[in-house]
């Protein structure tokens, strides 16, 4: 909490806007003790005078000094908006959780009426107020604390329904526990720092729409002034002297910016998102050229490429710039894959998978860096700059297929011709025949009716048809590889079952090379040739995937291997179960990246990583023990995590 | 008794019907599986039991008798897919779980209890003072978990506790499911999509699929010998069941 | 990493494409329009009777004699039932009769005919120049700050456009009237008259919304740069030009109209300060006028003008969306 806070004044903005509005409070609280008297001196031998050095603003048309008023005024232009903001917040506040509380029917009322008020613009609904309350300051205040109480309901509605979606909600309230309660133990707390950073930020806003109404006539009406009212008449006689309008005005403008900046920079701190039209995104972090570090790994277990190889990847590294200096997210993997062969990649989130199907691919964001001694797709060298020719290659003979096909089609576009896109860019066809060519691939990847389903948009196919639709995207070419990133995580498993029986169908009609990427050992397991298993950024087994469940070596493959159960499991034996936390490749230790979960661990493991050597074969492994015996799992003790395991 | 029984239960949401007539019991002591796919309705039919969704037709007895949905105590609860947010981020692990406790007792007793509860779900008892984001997605289930029992059930449903889970924790929670069925003769309706893992853990199984039963018996019966057409398309379909296909 | 499990039966779901979507918009916006006139009607008629007091008496004036009073109220109708003014008022509003000023005795609806030319070209042509000014400044800036780039451009980009967008437009006028019709004597300050008489205003009026449009543009294009879809067409090899033109800027475009489509509905509303800076002959000065002499029915009939434009407006973003979207069709909201 403290952290945050303290980064809010950090910043250089923050902290501007925290001295301002401490000293306008100050002002507000000073300003009419100090000059109360002075401000309201007539002097009718000095009317509307120009600034002088004993009237540095000048004087208005009674000859009061301008600069005293404009100070004097900060405490009632502050309090108004104070008092207007709190009626704008209590009254959002209550219409705002009142569906929460009343429940589904009366609540979608209230959700409806805060709906059609808030198209309505706060100065239409000050101006309807001022009519009913009248023109004065009570008017004023009533008058757009009423007007901005709609923006206020709505934006705790949206809060409100975020956080009673959430399940601990429904566990409060299948414990029993009242919905008022709820409303101020789980829902209130959890939606205070946005209701605050925009109560800020609607404070600033409420002194700058007060000075709008004074400006009309119709805020504080004299013998009081506040700045709305001072630049109302110094407007008249801006002719005269235009200081008289120029210095309430920015007074209004210094205020007004000073609560609205302070309100963004605490939302910047703090994380918490502002309401339409002042919403901030976290600042994109910095780019550190980073000198990748020596990649000193294990070439020499690569076979020298055969002519049948589709993919050659020696050495990769991913370095992304974090926080605290350049990640490497992937930490030196080498690979081959040959004509018509499927490699599997396995490992848990985080562990880079994603990386590498990215970087083979030339996807990874262009902040991001790749570096390889090699990379070859069908002989072409993609560490080389990108040209046509090249684009034209990878566009027609490389097909990705992404993990959530909700997201991964243009949702504005028709399926069609994001289909047929490729043929036109790259394979010189019409729009005409590309089209065409796109039926017969959606046909080809079994979508019924696909005539008419090229003219549909993303949303109007099922998730397992979208997922097809991509595939027969990559097919809209002559791929030899597909790379496909936890292509059915997303699917239910009857959908998986047909999506991987379509990507095998394509490899063996056309001896299309694979690349497939789950977190789920028996996907990878059932599909692939070869499993290459990663952890922490680093490839730490490959072996064939009928090797899996009988002669996996390394300590990490085996404990997924056994903890997932399948429909062979023993029954009478609990699961295998993997302690601890996977390592993120940004905090990977010098020695082995497993050692703190791994139950070989030795001082060896922690202080050397160990290599990739191929052991028999096709086999690799990078483990000091490798296909050592584990000890055998137990129910209980070492099940017990402590809190410094977290 | 504490069996949990649906009868001809049917839930609809406007005009889509989302739990379509059905029937299930769950057998005091007894872990029993519901499959189905997204969407076939699982969740609806347990929210529909604690009350979170609305009944349009057919009743829920617990023990014969219908399940308490206003006031405490709450003798069903539940455990949520998601350990992201079955949690109150603002609250220490200490205080969500004694939230869901019954009232009465003295403030020592409650921390007692809390503590008892922590390491029957295998958490260190000093993790009470901490909060939610300090723990792992698999210490969040098992905390949920203790949430559930300290409240005092007699039934638990689990709605698809694992699957947003990395495998490596997966299992961890598996076992303690078994564990709380046999060490505490818990009755349990354990909601996956996954067999396997379903296979793992329960002794019965029913089939969902849009909004009906379409099988439903012991275990091995249905998951060796399936009646219904569409419990083979679903057992065909578990990974790592066939050979591998490049052998094929 | 949290799964989703959303995906749908191969039978159910979205498969069966969308009936006549087209229809079903038009009819949900129409049904909403209606409910929206027929408040802002209501609102519009209640206006005067939530007034505390007599509202004739208010506006006379304590010293008025009781005769008059009486005879006002009469004339203004406010002696039968409620219902029946209710009733009064909407068969005036069908029928094109709006009532008649209290301080110049002419037909309300002279009164709106007359001022609302002005207001309206102030109107549309701040729209249209918030809109072409935001978007593809927006866009623009969210290509040169995506994400791990132009942080300098991002800062200044942003802290310029908080600045822009809270000061208020009256004060933006305010300030231009003096450099620019003041000291520079450049551009006329007051009136409608010359085309150049409309430079300031149309300034003063678009230049906050446009600010914060092109700031929620800009989010929105770094957003979507960041989305799967953009990454799909770079995995087709399209050329630069395409992934941005082709994809990134429809979603993100239609992105920042439906956060901040409102925005523009409220800058029609703006026009009343404006217009009051720079004694535009509009609606504007005319209601404040109005509401400062109690003239209640001028002030009901520009309030409604009012509404029936922030109506209108949101309407034109909405339609638009739905054309350039076609998901927007099926959003409830
Ligand atoms: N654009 C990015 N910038 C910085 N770090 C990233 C980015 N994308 C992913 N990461 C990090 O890279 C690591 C590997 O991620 P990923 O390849 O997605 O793993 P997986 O696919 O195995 O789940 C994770 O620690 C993740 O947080
Ligand atoms: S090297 Fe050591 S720590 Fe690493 S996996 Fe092998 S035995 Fe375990
Ligand atoms: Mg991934």
Known sequence: MQGRWSRVVRTPLGLTATVFVVALLALACLGPVLWGADADVVDTDNILAAPSGEHWAGTDNLGRDILLRVLVACRLSMLLALMAIVLAVVVGLLLGAAPFVLGRRTGRLVTAAVNIAVAFPGILLALFFAVVFGAGATGAVMAIGLA??????????????????RDYIAAARMAGVGRVRILFRHVLPNIAEPLVVNATIGAGNALLSFAGLSFLGLGVQSPSYDWGRLLYDGIAAIYVNAAAALTPGAAVLVAGLAFN????????????????????????????????????????DVPEPSSDVVLDVRDLEVTFPGPAGPVRLVRGVSFEVRRGEAVGIVGESGSGKSMTALAITRLVADHGRVDATRLDLLGTDLLAPD??????????????????????FNPTRRIGAQLAEVATHHQGMTRREATARAVDRLTAVRIPDAATRVRQYPHEFSGGMRQRAMIGMGLMGKPSLIVADEPTTALDVTVQQQVLDLLTAIREADDVALVLISHDVTVVGEVCDRVMVM????????????????????????ALVEAVPDMATDLTRPLATIPGRPVSPADAPVGCAYADRCPLADARCRAEDPPLVADSGRHRVACWHAGEPLPPVRMTDDLVETVESL | MSELRFDDVTVRYGKATAVDGVSLTVPEGEVVGLVGESGSGKSTLARAAVGLAPLSGGRITLGGAPVPTRGRPRPLQMVFQDPYSSLDPRMTVGESVTEAMPPGGTRAER?????????????????????????????????????????????????????????????????LVRELQRDLGLTILFISHNLAVVRYVASHVAVMRDGRIVEQGPAERVLTEPAHDYTRELLAAVPGRSTPRSQR | MAMSLTAESPTAGPAVPGERPWARFALRRLGRLLVSLWVLVTASFAMIHLIPGDPVRGALGPTAPVELVE???????????????????????????????????????????????????????????????????????????????????????????????????????????????????????????????????VFSLAIGPAAILAR??????????????????????????????????????????????????????????????????????????????????????????????????????????????????????
Not at chain 1, 148 to 165: D, E, H, K, M, N
Not at chain 3, 218 to 236: P, S
Request: charged fraction near 15%; glycine fraction near 8%; charge should be neutral.
């Open chain 1, 148 to 165: 901005g109480a709609p923006a206020f309901a709505r934006l705790t509605q949206t809060l409100v329904a975020g956080i009673a979606a």
């Open chain 2, 111 to 175: 921390r007692a209890e809390v503590e008892r509860l922590l390491e029957l779900v295998h958490l260190d008892p000093a993790c009470a003072g901490n909060v939610p984001s300090r723990l792992s997605g698999g210490q969040r289930q098992r905390v949920a978990f203790a949430r559930a029992l300290a409240a005092r059930p007699r039934v638990v449903i689990a709605d698809e506790i694992t699957s947003a889970l990395d495998v490596s924790v997966q299992g961890a929670v598996l076992n």
């Open chain 1, 535 to 558: 952890y922490a950024g680093r490839v730490v087994e490959d072996l064939p995937a009928a090797d899996l469940a009988t002669a996996a070596r390394h300590p990490y493959t085996r």
């Open chain 3, 216 to 333: 929620i543009v800009r989010v929105e294009m770094v957003g979507v740069l960041e989305a799967d879809f953009v990454r799909t067409a770079r995995a087709k090899r399209l050329p630069a030009r395409t992934v941005y033109l082709g994809h990134a800027l429809p979603n993100a475009v239609t992105a920042a109209l439906t956060l901040g489509g409102l925005l523009l509905g409220a800058m029609v509303a703006g026009t009343v300060l404006v217009e009051n800076v720079f004694a535009w002959p509009g609606l504007g000065s005319t209601i404040v006028q109005s509401i400062l002499t109690k003239d209640y029915p001028v002030v009901q009939a520009i309030v409604l003008v009012y509404g029936v434009g922030v109506l209108v407006t949101n309407l034109v973003v909405d339609v638009a969306l739905a054309v350039l979207d076609p998901r927007s069709k099926i959003r409830e909201d």
């Open chain 1, 387 to 408: 040209t046509a020719v090249r684009r034209r290659m990878l566009g027609t003979s490389l097909a990705m297929v992404f993990q959530d096909p909700m997201t991964s």
């Open chain 3, 71 to 201: 005879a006002r109220r009469h004339a203004l109708g406010l002696d039968d039932p409620l219902a029946t003014q209710y009733l009064h008022y909407l068969k005036g509003l069908f029928t094109g009769d709006l009532g008649t000023s209290i301080s110049s005795q002419l037909p309300v609806s002279d009164v709106v005919a007359q001022r609302l030319p002005a207001t309206l070209s102030l109107a549309v042509l701040a729209f249209l120049g918030a809109v072409l000014v935001a978007i593809p400044l927006g866009v623009v800036m969210g290509v040169l700050t995506r994400r791990g780039h132009g942080r300098r451009t991002e800062l200044a980009f942003t802290t310029t456009s908080v600045f822009v967008a809270t000061v208020p437009d009256f004060l933006i006028g305010v300030a231009l009237i003096y450099v620019f019709g003041i000291r520079l004597g450049w551009f006329p300050v007051a009136g409608d008259e010359t085309a150049s008489a409309y430079v300031l205003p």
């Open chain 1, 261 to 300: 900046l302070f309100g963004e920079s605490v939302a910047k701190g703090l994380g918490v998102s502002v309401g339409v039209g002042l919403r901030t995104v976290a600042t994109t972090r910095a780019v550190v050229a980073a000198e990748p570090e020596a990649a000193a790994h294990d070439d020499e």
